[in-house]
């Protein structure tokens, strides 16, 4: 199958993972993919922002910008009409982002069966989080791209819902979870080595992987650890960077425990697994309701201890007390509390490790499960056509 795809995304971070998997995976299955991006989308290292569009959000007037995100929607037309001709797919894959109706406008033009990959619902995080000047013109341009394409992806069934609620019928709604693959993490270390490698031998690590933010909670595990006893062997390791880094750092500083919080910084997707596998008990303190965490398919493939929240989109993946401790989120103290029980119950810590890498094979959290399914919809398509 000859697969156009098409993605608006600059950045090198989390998304772009599952940009890079999904097409590696395809690629792997015999499947060939035309790609239709930015061109800085192939430039940029790891960790980037999105160089020149992250300033010009940041410092245009919001309409201004907004209006410049549907304008992009020309020449993105332009170039997909072009690889349409030019290589001649049989499908289109997009993933979703706000302004960007050009994909339904190729599909229809030329008859391309289209699924739509939605991984959160952009106008109302950024109504959130980074205020909309256009409301009305950016809840169409969502709206349209949803109920468009044939078929629409989202990552959890919480997400489906909110798709749904604009009017896509539920029988054209396919949840499709992030995932892992499993190859990529399959030379990392033992978890003694790894802490050697690290020099956190002596310790019992507590550890988180991303892109660090306030809403994370990762001040309340500091505090957790600035109330052990001198002797204790607990260890914070933070493999990543972000915003709220300086000011966790200030925090153990002012607590006395910076030597037992590490903050490794922005580390390469290649080295994510060795430092993963020093993990002793894997964080996911706080996430959006909607979401399906990247790292939390890290920490289930290496066979980690996992503390998440209580939510629907966490048991979706999660069963607690099984392959994870969850701790209900709206209570003072839940997340202290469920570290703690696995730092006390060792059995407890080793069963849920345990069931935690055998998740990955039972419910097929693959990247290549996730082809073959985006593939199966698209024959299904194909054979209605």
Known sequence: ????????????????????????????????????????AETESFGSDAGPVAWLKRHLPKTFYEVMELAYSLVAYRRLAKAV????????????????????????????PMLLEVNAPILEERARYDGLALTKLARWSQAYAWRNADMVLPVTRVLGDIVQSYGVPP?????????????????????????????LEEYLVLGFTGFVRDWHGLDKVIDLIAQDPPESRRHLLVVGDGPARADLERQARALGIEHRVKFTGIVGRD????????????????????????????????????????????????????????????????????????????ALRN??????????????????????????LFERLLKRA
């Open 351 to 376: 069963k849920v490790a345990a069931n935690a890498r055998a998740a990955i094979e039972e419910q097929q959290l693959t990247w290549g499960a996730n082809a073959r399914r985006a593939v199966a």
């Open 171 to 199: 029988e054209r709604i396919e949840v499709i979870p992030n995932g892992i693959d499993p190859e990529r993490f399959a030379g990392a270390p033992d978890a003694m080595a790894a802490k050697r490698a690290l020099g």
């Open 1 to 40: 199958m000859k697969i156009l795809y098409h993605h608006r995304t600059r950045s090198k971070d989390g998304q772009y993972v599952h940009i890079e998997e999904m097409i590696r995976a395809l690629r792997a299955q015999g499947h060939e993919v035309v790609i239709v991006a930015p061109p800085s």
């Open 85 to 112: 001709r030019q290589h001649r797919p049989d499908v289109l894959y997009e993933r979703y982002n706000l302004f960007l109706p050009s994909g339904v406008w190729v599909a229809r033009k030329f008859g391309l």
């Open 271 to 346: 080295d994510v697994a060795r430092h993963v596998a020093a993990f002793d008990i894997a964080l996911q303190p706080a996430v959006v309701k909607y979401a399906s965490p990247l790292k939390l398919f890290e920490y289930l493939v290496l066979g980690k201890a996992i503390v998440g929240p209580d939510q629907p989109n966490i048991r979706e993946i999660l069963t607690p007390d099984h392959d994870a401790v969850l701790f209900d989120p709206t209570v003072p103290g839940g997340l202290a509390g469920a570290v703690k029980r696995l730092c006390d119950d060792v």
